[in-house]
């Protein structure tokens, strides 16, 4: 066996001395995030550590689909995203308990208080508007009670509430403020916002920013992240309303699969998510950090000081989930 020089153990000492982690090898992920997070929290960590990433885009209920489908011999070791109270209640044996280092360095009311799952970023819901169409119709959006105008049946995006995070995550800002979870007023309101949508739902997330953007759509219920992604890249056509009504943010998380592979690397990665470095890096894309000492650098984000905002009782809307999501699908049935 060749033996090591006493330069190369140097400095690997001195690597050691300055706290400089390394990893190797593969880490296999599912994610429903945008290419913003992907490039600039995902590959980042791969090139610093030296981790091989495999990543499968999809939307959040395909992912938990396909992480379902493989439990007896899981695929991926991260699921990169998508992640909150609701997913891991109705989810619970397809994530693996770890808690990252620096978890107790966030907010304590988004620390990881499961085990399972660790939030990176707060998401929030608002309007994407196509400023050409908003124009050509001669309205003006400015919340939720405007989309009811009979002008945008037909041209307002939304995904399925059942299958898409951002959707679900928008009908729990809705009833939230136009009274209530379980208020008679906030279902009606919902009812009459689904005779405005004339029977479309958009195949996902993606699709109803993307729809707004190319002109397909006046407005779409989307959220934070991609809306501002538009601006940030030269979109001319697009504005991002945060509703009048009242704006929810929400951490958005991580959590490693049950049986993964690659753990360690997984373990890493979390560890990078809650980490000041990575938090600084979420403050300078289209989301705010879930680190709130952290502040945002991007222009295009509107401080919070200048929001309406709405606060969600989380461990209401994860425990109904089901329920909500039911009297969804049966209004939406019985009015289409």
């Known amino acids: 066996m060749k033996s090591i020089s006493k330069a ?28 913003g997070e992907i490039q600039g929290i995902l590959n980042y960590f791969g090139d610093k550590y030296g981790v091989k990433i495999s990543l499968q885009s999809m939307g959040t209920g395909e992912v938990l689909s396909k ?11 991260v699921m990169f995203g998508g992640v909150n109270m609701g997913v891991y209640n109705t989810n619970k044996d397809i994530f693996q308990v770890y808690v990252a280092k620096g978890n107790a360095s966030l907010p304590a009311g988004y620390q990881n208080s499961t085990g399972f799952f660790t939030n990176y970023l707060l998401s929030g819901s608002n309007l994407l508007v196509n400023t050409d169409l908003e124009k050509s119709l001669g309205i003006t959006i400015n ?57 479309k739902l958009t ?9 707004v953007y190319q002109g397909e759509y ?19 056509n697009v504005r991002v309303v945060y509703p009048k009504e009242g704006a929810v943010w929400l951490p958005a998380a991580s959590a490693i699969v049950a049986g993964a592979k690659n753990l360690d690397n997984a373990k890493l ?67 289409n």
């Open 269 to 335: 990665f979390m560890d990078f998510l809650v980490s000041d470095e990575c938090q600084k890096i979420v403050a300078g894309l289209t989301n705010r950090p879930v680190n709130t000492k952290i502040a945002n650098t991007n222009k295009f984000l509107l401080p919070f000081a200048q929001i309406k905002l709405a606060f969600e009782d989380i461990a209401y809307t994860a425990a109904h989930k089901k329920d909500i999501q039911k009297k969804w699908s049966e209004a939406w049935a019985k009015l």
């Open 67 to 77: 992480l379902n489908a493989e439990k007896g011999n899981p695929q991926a070791d």
């Open 203 to 211: 195949s996902g997330s993606s699709a109803v920013y993307k729809g």
């Open 8 to 35: 190369a153990i140097a400095v690997m000492a001195l690597l050691l001395v300055s706290g400089m982690a390394f990893a190797a090898g593969n880490m296999v992920v599912y994610s429903p995030n945008s290419d």
């Open 143 to 199: 919340g939720y009670d405007d989309l009811l105008n009979p002008a945008l049946k037909g041209k307002i995006a939304s995904a399925d509430p059942v299958s898409s995070s951002s959707a679900w995550a928008q009908l729990c800002n809705i009833l939230l403020v136009k009274g209530g979870y379980e208020s008679p007023q906030a279902w009606t309101y919902v009812e009459a916002l689904i005779k405005q949508l004339n029977g």
């Open 218 to 236: 006046a407005v779409g219920l989307t959220y934070e992240d991609p809306s501002v992604a538009l601006l940030a890249d030269g979109a001319k």
